[in-house]
């Protein structure tokens, strides 16, 4: 499950907040046994959002897995091709970055004024500034941005440690240990216990 908030036994789902034994569904709020549906809210025994008795619910979500089973269907979570955005479009592509994936090119080019619309340094693609960025920048007497925010986010995210572990030994006690700097990196590393010695 994705996005969810106190739910319970929600499987192959986003966005279920406060639900009860909900699946294969989207967007779903204070729900209770529902399968297949999206944007529902305070309902129960639904399927494919329409409203079912107990009985006849029950009786249709057996019938519904069993089929699904047999087709190599239940477990899985929804399938990529449902997702109304592409790989790139996503920060998935931030942490785990897929080569492979279609390269989404959004936005505009060549439309910059010099006044509220900008051309990115990297990208070159346009951006705007808007009157209350434009306050805030001079009010902290800071130039105004040269690249777009996406550009701008890459740049930050480049100056985080990968998401990947190296083995190290600790600078004091030469433990084993795992840890997200590189060993050619300059930061000295520690264990836990030399650490918690080290600040106490």
Request: with cysteine.
């Amino acid at each position: 499950i994705m996005g969810a908030l106190q739910t319970y036994n929600c499987k192959f789902s986003t966005y279920a907040m406060y639900c009860n034994s909900v699946e294969y569904s989207d967007g779903l709020q204070n729900c209770q046994d529902c399968f297949g549906s999206i944007g529902l809210k305070k309902a129960k025994y639904c399927i494919l959002n329409k409203q079912y008795s107990k009985e006849d619910y029950e009786s249709l979500i057996v019938n519904i897995k069993s089929q699904m089973t047999k087709a190599g269907e239940y477990g899985d979570f929804l399938p990529p091709e449902t997702s109304p955005f592409k790989y790139n479009e996503t920060m998935a592509k931030d942490y785990f970055p897929d080569p492979k994936a279609e390269e989404i090119t959004t936005g505009t080019y060549g439309k910059e004024n010099g006044k509220d619309v900008f051309a990115c340094v990297d990208c070159k693609k346009n951006f705007k500034i808007t009157p209350n960025e434009f306050a805030f920048y001079e009010r902290m007497s800071l130039p105004l941005p040269s690249k777009d925010f996406e550009c701008r986010m890459q740049d930050r995210l480049r100056k985080r440690t990968p998401r990947k572990l190296w083995k190290r030994n600790c600078i004091k006690c030469a433990t084993d240990i795992e840890t997200t700097y590189a060993p050619d990196r300059p930061e000295k590393v520690y264990c836990e216990q030399c650490y918690q010695a080290e600040v106490a």
